[in-house]
């Protein structure tokens, strides 16, 4: 059971590079979202999905593009880089939509952008 | 609205003494309360969740919380530190009704000395 799986693990862009960071989890998890980690700013929610071919928006999510064609995949696309993108991002996921469940985080993605 | 406000930006014990990670939150609703720890480059683990049962909650490696409704507090406690402790925390909130805006706190980095 590998639980969630976060790829890349080290990315650097040029500034307008477009990437996408990828994560699968195998639990059958219904909800998956993605974080970005800043020093001193906690986590900060970008996207999220509560099930497949169903997506919103978090806190932060310009910039930002998420897909989830499957229960399994929720990739994080990157359209034109910019070097206020450089952080750690973090993919989660979560059994059900309700609040019962904890999260069940990905070893992240350190992006930075040049 | 809701908000979660760790106390502490840093603590730091000596081995075997106590641990406090002070953790107060704000929320409309009866919330779930949450604590992670995330060790150097890693991804964040779940130490132990509140989901309005017992109001003192045992999570893994020896820590607890208790929810306190009157303070709106959720503070981790273990009544030994071990040199393994030393990452950062995380108290996060989540509402029960409303949505899926799960709240971080920026974070309590402990520091264990020998």
């Known amino acids: 059971n590998a639980g969630v799986t976060q790829t890349p693990k080290f990315q650097v862009l040029k500034t307008g590079q477009s990437m996408t960071l990828q994560c699968a989890q195998d639990m059958n998890h219904e909800y998956m979202s993605w974080y970005r980690q800043d020093p001193g700013m906690g986590l900060r929610l970008i996207h999220y999905?509560?099930?497949?071919?169903?997506?919103d928006q978090g806190e932060v999510p310009n910039g930002y593009n998420v897909s989830r064609s499957t229960t399994e995949d929720f990739p994080l696309r990157l359209l034109s880089a910019a070097p206020s993108q450089t952080s750690v991002y973090f993919c989660?996921?979560?059994?059900?939509?309700?609040?019962?469940?904890?999260?069940?985080f990905g070893s992240g993605t350190r992006l930075t952008v040049v | 609205a809701q908000s979660v406000t760790q106390l502490d930006s840093h603590v730091s014990v000596s081995e075997g003494t106590p641990v406090l990670l002070r953790c107060n939150y704000s929320?409309?609703?009866?919330?779930?309360l949450f604590w992670y720890v995330q060790h150097p480059n890693k991804g964040l683990q779940l130490l132990l969740k509140y989901t309005s049962a017992a109001t003192l909650v045992k999570g893994i490696n020896g820590f607890e919380a208790e929810f306190k409704k009157s303070e709106t507090s959720f503070h981790l406690t273990k009544p030994s530190a071990h040199m393994s402790d030393a990452a950062e925390y995380f108290c996060?909130?989540?509402?029960?009704?409303?949505?899926?805006?799960?709240?971080f706190g920026a974070g309590t980095r402990l520091f264990v000395k020998a």
């Open positions: 996060v909130v989540r509402p029960t009704t409303g949505g899926f805006k799960t709240i």
């Open positions: 929320s409309s609703y009866s919330p779930s």
């Open positions: 999905s509560v099930g497949a071919g169903i997506t």
């Open positions: 989660a996921s979560s059994l059900r939509r309700t609040t019962n469940y904890g999260y069940t």
